[in-house]
T-cell receptor, first 112, second 113 residues
Framework: KNQVEQSPQSLIILEGKNCTLQ??????????LRWYKQDTGRGPVSLTI???SENTKSNGRYTATLDADTKQSSLHITASQLSDSASYIC???????????WGAGTKLIIKP | SQTIHQWPATLVQPVGSPLSLECTVE??????LYWYRQAAGRGLQLLFY??????ISSEVPQNLSASRPQDRQFILSSKKLLLSDSGFYLC????????????FGPGTRLLVL
């Protein structure tokens, strides 16, 4: 069964600190993996996308990594800001259909 | 630029009442359109997607239905709401069949009492 598991479920860190969020998936075949940021009560916004041949992608203070062999991805946030408080969702696409397999997300809270 | 609108933003409905949520996209033509539901602490669940006017694919059997009467209009409906229909409903669009970046609307929070 195609699944995307994210950890931790929630995370609280102090402003200015770094953090890393994890995503493990069992989707096969695999087309690409995305990280979305979802502010509370809003729709998700795409942060990064990586195909199976890419192992790192950056977007400002966000850096995503991908290990297609172990089917793991991480999202590293550097020098966190209060505005980083949100849910971060890992999404994997299989090329076989229109569906995206969505993780449940990690809820990140940045405290001053 | 493209924008996506959803309304209403919040809705409280009694069990057994009908539902109609509307989503419109501006600034693009022939988008793929999607309806998702997000339950608290759960991943997004794709309910319906549409690749063109009148073309609706259902991903999850339920008492909901979708329609696309115009190119950039997507409507989610129910004849009789259930308690389990409560959730956060998100509409999204993508530029075409092989363009996978989806752009989401602001969402509708539905509470069925």
């Amino acid at each position: 069964k195609n699944q995307v598991e994210q950890s931790p479920q929630s995370l609280i860190i102090l402003e200015g600190k770094n953090c890393t969020l994890q995503c493990n998936y069992t989707v096969s075949p695999f087309s690409n993996l995305r990280w979305y940021k979802q502010d509370t009560g809003r729709g998700p916004v795409s942060l990064t996308i990586m195909t199976f041949s890419e192992n790192t992608k950056s977007n400002g203070r966000y850096t995503a990594t991908l290990d297609a062999d172990t089917k793991q991805s991480s999202l590293h946030i550097t020098a966190s800001q209060l505005s980083d408080s949100a849910s971060y969702i890992c999404v994997v696409r299989s090329p076989s259909n229109y569906q995206l397999i969505w993780g449940a997300g990690t809820k990140l809270i940045i405290k001053p | 630029s493209q924008t996506i609108h959803q309304w209403p933003a919040t809705l409280v409905q009694p069990v057994g009442s009908p539902l109609s949520l509307e989503c419109t996209v501006e600034g693009t033509s022939n988008p793929n359109l999607y309806w998702y539901r997000q339950a608290a602490g759960r991943g997004l669940q794709l309910l319906f997607y549409s690749v063109g006017i009148g073309q609706i694919s259902s991903e999850v059997p339920q008492n909901l239905s979708a329609s696309r009467p115009q190119d950039r209009q997507f409507i989610l409906s129910s004849k009789k709401l259930l308690l389990s229909d409560s959730g956060f409903y998100l509409c999204a669009w993508s530029p075409g069949a092989y363009q996978e970046t989806q752009y989401f609307g602001p969402g509708t929070r539905l509470l069925v009492l």
